[in-house]
């Protein structure tokens, strides 16, 4: 017998313990860039809120764009 197909048998799970972190990454990244896009992207239009100090706990917003 040769040694040469178990170092080919061993390359293979080698192999695939890189890919699969790498992926990972690959998918972290798309994903990080698709929440920064949506944020940028989003253009919220105003709510309705306190225009003045309410009761009972109510709160108005620290500075209104609208």
């Given amino acids: 017998m040769t040694i040469a197909p178990a170092r080919k048998q061993h390359r ?12 990972a990454a690959v998918l972290f990244v798309i994903a990080n860039a698709h929440l920064i896009y949506v944020a940028i ?16 706990g109510q709160f108005m917003a620290a500075k209104p764009a609208c």
């Fill in 41 to 56: 992207q989003s253009q919220p239009e105003c709510v309705a809120h306190l225009k003045e100090t309410g009761s009972a």
């Fill in 12 to 23: 293979i799970p080698t192999l695939i313990w890189l890919i699969i972190p790498a992926a």
